[in-house]
């Protein structure tokens, strides 16, 4: 399903990515690892966001280079919550490499994503979209598992952080998905992917992955 497509998302953009994915100001994991569940506001609000440049076009502001940033080859530590929604606080935790190529000057980007943990190998693969006409940006993802995309998450980059959203059916429930791309530096960032079951009133992480760029 969607939901845990991203077990990368995130990566950056995990995005990228996301890697995620690529986490959002109200919706960040402690440190110790513990889910916090907190208000945001919603995804229709959050779909007037914009992203990091300042060059703009008719209509809105031209995003195609806002997943630049996650663009070579990283090491990443991903930790998963085993399962959401149900007020568990079990993670496991895998160690990675993610690849991001560019394609269309910026306007795409591919992401190839390998990771290891308790539960075996990871391989998954994120395409990375931009709509020059909405100014927004799209996220689709495939495991080597199946080999099929998944229904893809749209959102947009506002002040240098990244939110992308989805509805999709978890244990029998519809939710919503947010993914998260923040913390951006040349060398590192973050991805975190939360769930809500509450319309977008409160959050819970389940993903949270950390970048660090590869040594040249």
């Not at 319309?199 to 590869?214: D, H, I, S, Y």
Request: charged share 15%; proline share 5%.
């Amino acid at each position: 399903m969607a939901a845990f497509r991203k077990i990368c998302a995130y990566c950056a953009f995990c995005t990228m990515g996301f890697v995620f994915w690529p986490g959002h100001a109200s919706g960040q994991t402690s440190p110790s690892g513990a889910t916090q569940v907190m208000p945001t506001q919603s995804p229709q609000a959050a779909q007037t966001t914009q992203g990091n440049g300042n060059a703009t076009v008719a209509g809105g502001r031209d995003g195609q280079h806002d997943f630049d940033f996650a663009h070579g080859s990283w090491k990443t530590h991903i930790r998963r919550l085993l399962h959401p929604l149900t007020g568990s606080n079990t993670w496991v935790e895998l160690n990675g490499t993610v690849v991001v190529r560019n394609v269309w000057g910026g306007r795409a980007n591919l992401e190839e994503i390998e990771a290891d943990g308790p539960t075996g190998h990871f391989e998954g693969m994120t395409l990375f979209l931009y709509n020059p006409q909405s100014h927004q940006w799209s996220q689709t993802f495939a495991s080597s598992d199946d080999g099929t995309l998944e229904q893809p998450s749209i959102g947009e980059f506002k002040q240098g952080r990244g939110e992308l959203f989805d509805q999709e059916t978890f244990n029998g429930r519809t939710i919503l998905a947010r993914g998260v791309w923040s913390d951006i530096t040349p060398n590192s960032h973050r991805f975190e992917q939360a769930f809500s079951d509450d319309g977008g009133k409160t959050w819970e992480p389940n993903f949270v992955a950390t970048l660090t760029r590869e040594s040249q």
